[in-house]
């Protein structure tokens, strides 16, 4: 089942709710002492939060800067530079055509707005706006990752760039 710190990473990996180191040692067949350890390891490293939980006890859950950042470079290794800019600019399109069909600026504005309409009005399509909702929320996330795995690659250039040596700073006097 691989070693003890793989099994608890790979635990606390899809631990997106907080749960007990009970928990996820049970399901990482370790002791709670050593899932512990491995948590707070993971913690120090930033793949786990911590949060309080009942009776003073720790809650681990996965960081969602760690998230983000895997989102990103799964990206990054399977579009190009400019793949990713040309979907980028889909998704923007995407939650625009969304803005302008509902005349509402977010998905949680759209639900207060048929909550509203539901009130007053019968003639909601309720099933065609919760999937629309659900798909507004999901274009958000991707274009979220999308920009993240943009800024990556733009910050990885500009270290990579720094550290070709130019002429000028390279030069001997």
């Known amino acids: 089942m691989g ?3 793989t099994r608890v990473r790979e635990i606390i990996s899809h631990a997106y709710s907080p749960e007990p180191v009970a928990a996820i040692a049970e399901r990482a067949h370790v002791s709670e002492k ?7 390891t993971l913690s120090d490293d930033g793949f786990v939060s911590t949060q309080p939980g009942d009776h003073g006890a720790t809650l681990y859950s996965r960081s969602s800067e760690s998230l983000v950042v895997e989102q990103a470079t799964d990206i990054l ?3 190009s530079v400019a793949e990713l800019r040309e979907r980028v600019s889909e998704l923007r399109s995407t939650i625009r055509d969304f803005q302008e069909k509902y ?6 504005e759209l639900s207060v707005k048929a909550a509203d309409e539901t009130l007053t009005t019968q003639s ?3 099933d065609q706006v919760d999937a629309d909702l659900l798909e507004w929320k999901t274009t958000r996330r991707n274009l979220a990752f999308a920009n993240a795995a943009l800024s990556i ?3 990885q ?3 990579n760039d720094e550290n070709v040596p130019n002429s000028k700073t390279s030069a001997s006097p």
């Open 3 to 5: 070693s003890t710190d």
């Open 34 to 40: 050593t899932a512990r350890k491995h948590l707070n």
């Open 77 to 79: 290794e399977e579009l």
């Open 103 to 108: 005349d509402a600026e977010s998905p949680e």
């Open 124 to 126: 909601v399509d309720h």
């Open 153 to 155: 690659s733009s910050a």
């Open 157 to 159: 250039r500009f270290i």
